[in-house]
């Protein structure tokens, strides 16, 4: 497929970029929601192994990207403002698509727009345990590991060089490694670039990843819905960012859930089999 339009809108939360493929015709149409962190431009390589005539939407979901950069107090927040973008577009959705943070907040949504998304596909979802979210564990930004990462850079080659073998970046296509740091930097000034998610806006996200319980939402969603889901791995030391977030059981807990169960893939199973993952992703529709 060719290059992306870009586009702004102004939600309430601020400004959210969003990425088009594709115009409405007689192929599927597509949302896609990333991961913490990450941003819609990761997607680049599933987009490319999906049917040229796929009308596609990835959005920079708030404080990631090029969109706006607010403090993350809760979930609500991310998963509203893609939900006010999607109204806004009033596009019927055949399918829509969350990796990991994105999985969790594209059922908020989906529970929000009854009805603009036709099927739900949820890539190793960070929806855990319905005990977490009764009694929410206190987490802290300011000490979350991700709150130290580097954010001064020469380049996107200078990030790949230094990512491409260290894990779990070394587990990823190195395409799509290359298409995360290209578009993964801003300019700072001094010839120098940050990360588009800052450390401190990915360590709020993760350390607000419990304020908002899915679980009476999922209860209300009657699309069909795939969960693409990772094994967990055994921690040893430091947290594995590779393991799967994921209950083996959660499918069971939609109205039409189905488990998928890839044992060879990670969390990170778009960023590793950008193909293989497209079509899962497009399986069955039609």
């Known amino acids: 497929m060719t290059q992306p339009e870009q586009h702004v809108f102004s939600s309430s939360h601020g400004d959210i970029c969003y990425f088009e493929w594709g115009r409405a015709g007689i192929g599927p149409s597509v949302l896609l929601l990333h991961a913490t962190g990450f ?6 390589q599933v987009v490319a ?12 979901q708030l404080g990631h ?12 927040m991310i998963a509203d403002a893609t939900a006010q973008l999607l109204k806004s577009l009033d596009i019927p959705f055949d399918i ?31 929806i855990m345990e319905r005990e977490t979210y009764l009694d929410p564990p206190d987490y802290s930004a300011t000490n979350h590991m991700v709150a130290k990462r580097r954010n001064s850079w020469a380049g996107p080659d200078e990030m790949f060089e230094r990512f491409c073998d260290r894990h779990p970046y070394r587990l990823w296509d190195p395409v799509v490694l290359r298409d995360y740091c290209e578009h993964g930097l801003l300019p700072a000034g001094n010839g120098t670039f940050e990360l588009a998610c800052p450390p401190q806006s990915e360590a709020s996200v993760y350390a607000t990843s419990a304020t908002v319980d899915p679980w009476p939402l999922m209860e209300n969603i009657s699309q069909p819905v795939t969960i693409l889901r990772a094994p967990q791995i055994e921690q040893k030391g430091g947290f594995d960012f590779a393991s ?16 998928i169960y890839i044992d060879n893939l990670t969390h990170f199973m778009p960023m590793q089999e950008p193909a ?3 079509g899962l992703i497009l399986q069955n529709h039609g």
Not at 39 to 44: E, V
């Open 244 to 259: 799967s977030p994921t209950p083996p059981g959660l499918a069971e807990f939609f109205v039409l859930g189905t488990d």
């Open 39 to 44: 941003h819609a431009r990761c997607w680049d």
């Open 96 to 126: 829509g698509v969350g990796h990991s943070m994105g999985g969790h907040c594209l059922v908020q949504v989906a529970a929000q727009l009854t009805g603009q998304i036709g099927r739900l596909v949820l890539v190793d979802p960070v």
């Open 49 to 60: 192994a999906f049917p040229p005539d796929t009308r596609v939407i990835a959005v920079d």
């Open 276 to 278: 293989t993952i497209a």
């Open 65 to 76: 990207g090029r969109s706006a950069r607010p403090e993350i107090t809760d979930w609500h």
